[in-house]
């Protein structure tokens, strides 16, 4: 739990907590030492009523009249003073609790946590050995309280200061090291993800910094990898394109003419053994095989190098490939968006694009038993999107690329762009982003 939480909670939680605790051991403190201080403070005048007390009746015994001298001192005493005279009549002499008087601006909570000290300060007078009376000390505690309540306010009040303090500081120092992490973690973030174009913010304390710079170094040392990786990858697909262009001109120069003589000299024959019945028969079985050789021919050579794509642009080779596709399977409903803008592309792209299409249809007639699919290939901007998409049954766990979209992203990784498979909504997509200006950087092969 405490792992999950953010470090600017970890670090103002045990702030707080500590504030806190000093705020209530400093009223705990308050509590026990002021009961000892109001006794404390109290202690002389609480003799002082004793030493009056012995005076008065050191008066009274020499007095001829004993009880007009006590009146006459009882006068001379100020209602508001401490010491008073208090007669037996009048009842026992109340605490300094029950005569308390309460200091304004003190709440009563405040007053109650206090343990006001049980002052007795009360002697007796005496008359011909008689009891009549006590001198009691009755403090008024409400300058002692108002004293204690303004210390537990400065004490609250610095603690709040303090922690406000220490908290905007906190937070302060906490910032300027998180955002250079947020960066350091959002640049590596990117580096994973194949981003090279974006350097890491260097800023904070030198150990941050430090990270940041080498997080950069090694940033432009991937970016370069990446690039001669692409450069490589490029000069690849360029070979394999290449050797396809060969291979597909050797089949056509080679075994068309081949293919062509024997369908020649089969006709030939099927005409010559008309008469003969079983000659004819196996005639025209031989010209059926030498008709879907032919075929077979034909689509070896479009997969090797589809030749009108530099005849008829890339528009019209697609179209085609999708004529073909609702040919072979008329049971898949096949729906398209292409971009009329595809015939200006060339070389290396075009075929790219033309390959992804053909490869993820060869994949939904193959495997995916979809009754419906859907062609999207547009240019937005600078960006080619290819999209091919069907309501088949989805890819294998794990989204692993078949060894035909395996080659597929090759050639499109080798042009910079990026080929993903996605399962959403019941649907599977094939989604291919391409860079439409490297449309000129390579020429066309063939």
Excluded at 122 to 146: E, H, K, N, T, Y
Excluded at 284 to 298: F, G, H, M, N, P
Excluded at 327 to 332: F, T
């Amino acid at each position: 739990m405490w792992q999950r939480l953010s470090f600017r909670t970890q670090l103002f939680l045990p702030l707080g907590a500590s504030f806190l605790a000093a705020l209530i051991l400093g009223g705990v403190l308050l509590q026990m030492f002021a009961t000892g201080q109001l006794a404390e403070e109290n202690e002389p005048r609480r003799r002082s009523t004793e030493a009056i007390a012995a005076a008065l009746n050191n008066t009274l015994g020499a007095s001829d009249n004993p009880r007009q001298t006590l009146d006459a001192f009882v006068h001379s005493l100020d209602s508001s003073s401490d010491i008073q005279f208090r007669a037996v009549e009048a009842g026992p002499t109340p605490s300094p609790k029950d005569d308390l008087r309460k200091p304004h601006g003190v709440p009563q909570w405040f007053i109650d946590l206090l343990a006001i000290p049980d002052i007795e300060a009360a002697s007796p007078v005496m008359i011909d050995g008689r009891r009549i009376g006590d001198i009691v000390f009755l403090p008024d505690m409400s300058a002692d309280l108002f004293e204690k309540w303004i210390g537990f306010l400065a004490l609250a009040s610095l603690v709040a200061v303090l922690m406000v303090l220490t908290s905007t500081i906190a937070y302060v120092l906490a910032g300027s090291v998180l955002r250079p992490l947020q960066d350091l973690g959002e640049g590596l973030t990117r580096i994973r993800r194949g981003d090279y174009t974006r350097p890491i913010p260097v800023g904070g304390p030198p150990e941050i910094r430090q990270g940041c710079e080498e997080a950069n170094a090694l940033v432009a040392t991937l970016a370069q990898l990446s690039q001669d990786n692409r450069d490589l990858m490029h000069r690849l697909v360029s070979l394999q394109d290449d050797e396809r262009r060969d291979l597909a001109r050797e089949l056509h120069d080679e075994l068309g003419p081949l293919l062509f003589s024997i369908r020649a000299g089969t006709i030939a024959l099927a005409e010559a053994s008309q008469p003969l019945g079983n000659l004819g028969n196996s005639a025209q079985d031989l010209l059926r095989s030498v008709e879907a050789l032919q075929q077979t021919s034909r689509r070896i050579l479009d997969r090797l190098r589809p030749l009108y794509i530099e005849e008829l642009g890339l528009w019209t080779s697609v179209q085609t490939l999708l004529r073909n596709f609702r040919k072979q399977a008329p049971h898949i409903v096949l729906t398209d968006t292409i971009d009329a803008d595809l015939n200006v592309i060339d070389g290396p792209l075009a075929q790219t694009v033309y390959r992804v299409i053909q490869e993820a249809l060869t994949n939904v007639l193959r495997h995916a038993k979809a009754s419906n699919a859907h062609v999207q290939a547009t240019v937005v901007g600078e960006t080619l999107i290819v999209e091919i998409s069907d309501n088949g049954g989805g890819f294998p766990a794990g989204n692993i690329f078949g060894r035909g979209l395996t080659g597929m992203q090759e050639r499109v990784r080798a042009l910079s762009g990026s080929l993903s498979l996605l399962r959403v909504d019941e649907r599977t997509y094939v989604r291919c982003r391409l860079p439409a200006r490297t449309t000129r950087d390579a020429p066309a092969s063939g």
